[in-house]
């Protein structure tokens, strides 16, 4: 069964450094995204990708950060300078297109954690 | 989107059938309801989604009520492995092409399957 894939599943970062967290989405989807969950809370849309540019992002999606699709199929987040309330899970998915594919498929997620 | 409400937290028996209700009173026309659980911070997963039809699939079975202002989740023969946090999220489907329409995420339903 296709999945989507992320790496690393673990990154120790320091403060400051930067940081890109990798995501192999479904092979032919076309909607891509990036979810995050710090410990103990809800998870948190941040950027949605379709067509090679952000279609929607929410408030967290900052200056720090930014998306790519660099190959057709990696689909990466980077976070420039980390801080230490950028620790939390990461969650890549994916989405076909059309109207009948609309549920999302999530990764396992990237655990970043800021030192 | 419409908002939903969740109880935080239910029990079922291994295999009997575990219910999780869902109350999304100020749903619109337009909204499909979508069910995902997430596995001790894994990726949600997606379980399975719905307009006014009850719908069934290999993992759950979707229950509408007439007015569309609720919904119940039912796995049919829960087992240890069903234990998760279960998302009730009220969504507009993207029916627009490009209209990515990411996934907001409530506290859920914390589901424990005792022994």
């Known amino acids: 069964e296709p999945e989507v894939t992320q790496t690393p599943s673990h990154q120790v970062t320091q403060m400051g450094q930067e940081v890109i967290l990798r995501c192999v989405p479904i092979?032919?989807?076309?909607?891509f995204y990036w979810y995050r969950q710090i410990l103990g809370q809800k998870v948190e849309f941040l950027v949605s990708f379709y067509n090679n540019e952000i279609s929607e992002k929410s408030e967290i999606f900052d200056d720090q950060f930014s998306v790519e699709r660099p190959d057709g199929s990696n689909f990466t987040l980077k976070i420039r300078s980390t801080k230490l309330e950028d620790s939390a899970m990461y969650f890549c998915?994916?989405?076909?297109?059309?109207?009948?594919?609309?549920?999302?498929?999530f990764g396992q997620g990237t655990r970043l954690t800021v030192v | 989107d419409a908002k939903t409400t969740q109880p935080p937290s239910m029990d079922c028996a291994e295999g009997r059938a575990a219910n999780l209700p869902c109350n999304h009173s100020t749903i619109s026309g337009n909204e499909y309801v979508y069910w995902y659980r997430q596995i001790h911070s894994q990726g949600p997963q997606y379980i399975i989604h719905?307009?006014?039809n009850n719908e069934t699939n290999e993992m759950a079975s979707l229950i509408i009520t007439e007015d569309r202002k609720s919904s119940t989740l039912i796995l049919p023969h829960a087992t240890l492995r069903d234990t998760a946090v279960y998302y009730c999220?009220?969504?507009?489907?993207?029916?627009?092409?490009?209209?990515?329409?990411?996934?907001?995420f409530g506290s859920g339903t914390q589901l424990t399957v005792l022994p």
């Open positions: 999220i009220v969504r507009v489907a993207p029916l627009i092409s490009g209209s990515a329409r990411q996934l907001t």
């Open positions: 998915a994916s989405r076909g297109g059309g109207v009948t594919n609309t549920e999302a498929f």
């Open positions: 719905g307009l006014k």
């Open positions: 092979s032919n989807h076309l909607y």
